[in-house]
């Protein structure tokens, strides 16, 4: 009885056709075919991901860098509009495979894998209506204010924690801006590399100030996995591919496009 139940599994092993024993479908399987592209959530933040004419589609730094990044590792990355906080909690249970522009929190870590090194540094900094009844020189002036922010978003301690301090949360940063040159808002928090991007497009230094009290933190910006992807075994590819990037003078040359040839981050 066993030498017969051995024969059987053995001729069933050896005549197994092949596509099923080495069907990409198959957990860990090393390839990643079209039909399993990597899904990258993410929202608007000019200049790093601009709209374009199609809503669903993007342009800016973020997006050159995964196409740069694509073209060195042979991985194709499907981009998906979602509202941050959503992708966020897609990327929380597995939805989603990847984000780009993630600042680091404990919090986020329980669930994103981190890619090194940081590929851009920017500082949080708060803007003002210019006409302001008390400056903003130091953390505790921030009190006398209403402080517009994006939801869901890490920009530096003790702010993020503070409850006591009075704040209004909106989606985006493009939200901050429009309130605030409709004067609802008097100061709001942003990452400099983003909303001066905005303040110079849309001509609004003539209303708005940059506060002098500058939190002495910056904001990296990582690459993050899922921890639930079913591709994060290619996390590691992706890592040694960014990193022989930022070496290169096509990385330079992306930075240029968007921030110009004297950006120090």
Not at 64 to 74: F, P, R, V
Not at 96 to 124: N, W
Request: with cysteine.
């Amino acid at each position: 009885m066993k030498e017969t139940l051995f024969i059987v599994i053995f001729f069933t092993l050896v005549f197994l056709p092949e596509e099923i024993r080495a069907s990409p479908d198959m957990p860990n399987s090393p390839t990643v075919t079209p039909s399993s592209a990597i899904i990258v959530a993410t929202d608007e933040w000019p200049p790093f991901r601009i709209s374009t004419d199609n809503k669903a589609a993007f342009i800016g730094f973020d997006i050159d860098l995964l196409q740069a990044l694509s073209a060195k590792t042979g991985l194709q990355f499907n981009i998906k509009r979602y509202p941050w906080a959503r992708a966020l909690s897609h990327m929380e249970i597995g939805q989603v495979d990847m984000m780009v522009g993630l600042a680091k929190t404990p919090e986020r870590e329980q669930f994103i894998q981190y890619l090194s090194p940081s590929y851009y540094h920017c500082r949080p900094a708060f803007y003002t209506q210019k006409d302001i009844p008390k400056p903003i020189n130091s953390y505790q002036d921030l009190y006398f204010y209403r402080i517009g922010y994006v939801l869901d978003s890490a920009y530096f301690e003790p702010f993020d924690s503070d409850d006591a301090m009075v704040k209004h949360g909106v989606p985006t940063e493009i939200q901050l801006l429009r309130m605030a040159k409709k004067g609802h808002l008097e100061a709001f928090i942003g990452t400099d590399c983003q909303v001066e991007y905005e303040i110079n497009k849309r001509g609004l230094w003539q209303q708005l100030s940059r506060a002098a009290y500058q939190p002495k933190q910056d904001v990296a910006l990582y690459i993050g996995f899922s921890k639930l992807s079913n591709h994060r075994y290619l996390s590691s590819k992706i890592e040694q591919a960014l990193t022989e990037l930022m070496t290169e003078p096509e990385f330079t040359e992306i930075k240029d496009r968007y921030f110009g040839s004297d950006d120090l981050h």
